[in-house]
């Protein structure tokens, strides 16, 4: 079995998914009392959330670059960061290592490309919808991708920050991501991703009439393959 690093407090909400799922996919694969071996590296999310609010991305490159190198240091076979928008410095996390790094991204780039789904909502942080970083990859990959109206990625952003990641869950915010997912499906998204690890809190596929793609399974369930070698 590999060792898999996880940077996480990204926050810390999410992080918890992480590790409950990787130890129940280890668990199920394997039966008795095997779990999976995990490294995590839990950074502070507010030293972060505040460099985001200035647009100081080198810093937290740099600060990220240094957990990586600390968990491959460690012993760890490959590396995951447990959250969609920190991969906007993927690239300086993967030129610091000598080991993998599984992108989150791609991970699901490949998942949509399983199905006829070509055309894709993408909900997440104000960042990873507005910026290149990750719609790129989509679209290097055929997929197009449609986010929602300013007035849509202010409420899906918000949600997120204010509430999810503070582990607070509300009906209102459900029906609100509903809403937004509707109007997604209104512009032609055949499909939407769930590009914030934190709306596997509050959302699932009864809450859409289109097939959501949940970031965080698909990390974990990609990242399972990797630990045990399948």
């Known amino acids: 079995m590999k060792t898999i690093g996880v940077i996480g407090g990204l926050s810390p909400e999410s992080t918890v998914k992480y590790y409950e799922w990787l130890n129940e996919g280890v668990q199920k694969a394997l039966g008795g009392h095997n779990n999976a071996k995990v490294l995590l590296s839990s950074v502070n999310f507010a030293e972060f959330v505040a460099l985001k609010e200035i647009g100081e991305w080198d810093t937290?490159?740099?600060?990220?670059?240094?957990?990586?190198?600390?968990?491959e240091k460690a012993g760890a076979d490959f590396i995951v960061l447990a959250t969609n928008t920190m991969h906007k410095m993927a690239a300086q996390i993967e030129a610091a290592l000598s080991i993998p790094f599984l992108h989150l991204a791609d991970a699901t780039a490949d998942e949509i490309l399983k199905t006829n789904v070509r055309s894709i909502g993408l909900l997440g942080t104000r960042y990873t919808m507005e910026l290149d970083f990750y719609k790129q990859r989509l679209i290097d990959k055929g997929i197009n991708v449609l986010v929602p109206d300013e007035?849509?990625?202010?409420?899906?952003?918000?949600?997120?920050?204010?509430?999810?990641?503070?582990?607070?869950?509300?009906?209102?915010?459900?029906?609100?991501?509903?809403?937004?997912?509707?109007?997604?499906?209104?512009?032609?998204?055949?499909?939407?991703?769930?590009?914030?690890t934190e709306i596997t809190m509050l959302i699932d596929q009864s809450y859409s009439s289109v097939p959501l793609f949940d970031t965080t399974k698909i990390h974990v369930d990609r990242a399972l393959e990797l630990i045990l070698g399948s």
């Open 60 to 71: 937290q490159a740099k600060m990220l670059c240094a957990e990586a190198v600390r968990l």
């Open 151 to 196: 007035a849509g990625r202010d409420v899906v952003n918000s949600v997120i920050y204010d509430e999810l990641c503070h582990g607070t869950v509300k009906d209102e915010s459900r029906q609100t991501y509903r809403d937004v997912i509707s109007d997604l499906v209104d512009q032609g998204a055949q499909g939407v991703i769930m590009g914030c």
